[in-house]
């Protein structure tokens, strides 16, 4: 029987299926971060279908990507077609595909029922964790790479769980019970001061505790908070809907973003502790590791990794400097406001 798949198609695939896999989800987890928020703002079915495609591929092309380098690194130096120096570089790519894994910090959530199945995220989490040491103890002894696929294991586990700790927080039971503690907190206190005369990014940040409960049904309107300020009626139709349009917004971000991990000081250390890890990895693996043994189309993908993720944690950090959850938190002088960043998650 005449064998469908060429000769050539094949050994195409088996040398390059590991490397266009992962050079295909560095792309995708690019145009997450690039477009994922501007489905906040725009109806436009392409921009959404863009960012659908590559939300539901991004995760299966990263599973994909660790089966694949699970099952070459089995093979043993004899029957393996590379070097078993390269086979070292391959367990190093695991530790980017776990960080892929976590998302970029614009989407981790397309719709509200994503938030629902952090539980699976978490097993997911376990388990992909449970083969990148697998295919890293296949490399020892004597692996080159030891000291920077460490220091970016840690890093991939971190934006792993930055992204199953902002579902869990954005899930309908988490959310509503943090909603119902901090109305109960201030219902007394009487520390929500409106004040009429600021912006609309201002105003709309002074109200959004209220916001939260009524969108929950937790309250029936803004006179059942005692607060003070001018209540919501009080505001002309066309301030009125600007102030909306910030709560909307804010609601987006706390939703299908990881603004409630990224703007708290554990989520700051975070990725202050996962920059750093990923540096010390790019520098190490430039000025230490001996590249002469491994492929030179693999020392280019390896390096495309780096510039990769350091770049979008630069994009990243923009984005949370820019959001309308630092804005407001820096234009809002009242130190007991909702969105400045809190001492815990």
């Known amino acids: 029987m005449v064998n469908p798949i060429p000769d050539s198609v094949r050994k195409i695939w088996d040398n390059y299926n590991i490397r266009g896999v992962i050079l295909f989800r560095l792309s995708l987890q690019m145009v997450l971060i690039l477009f994922a928020s501007l489905r906040n ?3 436009n079915k392409l921009v959404i279908s863009v960012v659908w495609s590559a939300y539901l591929l991004a995760d299966w092309v990263a599973n994909f990507g660790v089966g694949l380098i699970t099952e070459r690194a089995r093979d043993t130096p004899d029957h393996s077609k590379q070097p078993a120096e390269n086979n070292e570089l391959l367990a190093f790519w695991v530790p980017f595909l776990l960080s892929h894994l976590g998302s970029p910090d614009t989407i981790t959530a397309f719709a509200l029922e994503d938030n629902e199945f952090w539980p699976r995220h978490l097993f997911g989490f376990i388990f992909q964790v449970v083969a990148a040491v697998y295919v890293f103890l296949l490399t020892l002894p004597g692996n080159k790479l030891f000291i920077p696929t460490i220091l970016m294991f840690i890093a991939g586990v971190i934006k792993y769980f930055e992204r199953i700790l902002a579902l869990y927080l954005a899930s309908v039971e988490k959310f509503r019970d943090s909603t119902l503690r901090e109305l109960a907190e201030h219902y007394q206190k009487r520390d929500i001061v409106i004040k009429k005369d600021r912006c609309y990014l201002e105003v709309g940040c002074q109200y959004f505790k209220i916001f939260k409960g009524i969108l929950l049904e937790l309250m029936s309107n803004f006179k059942r908070v005692n607060f003070a300020g001018p209540f919501f009626g009080d505001f002309s139709p066309e301030d009125a809907l600007g102030i909306i349009e910030v709560e909307l917004s804010l609601v987006y971000e706390v939703l299908y973003t990881k603004i409630q991990v990224t703007h708290s000081v554990l989520g700051i250390t975070l990725r202050l502790i996962c920059f750093g890890s990923v540096m010390a990895a790019l520098s190490f693996f430039y000025f230490h590791v001996e590249k002469h043994c491994f492929f030179e189309f ?12 350091i770049a979008l944690d630069i994009i ?15 234009r809002n002088d009242d130190k007991n406001q909702d969105l400045e960043i809190s001492k815990t998650v």
């Open 41 to 43: 703002g725009t109806g």
């Open 316 to 330: 990243s950090f923009f984005f949370l400097i820019f959001s309308d959850w630092t804005l407001g938190a820096l």
């Open 298 to 309: 693999d020392v280019c993908v390896t390096y495309a990794l780096f510039l990769g993720a």
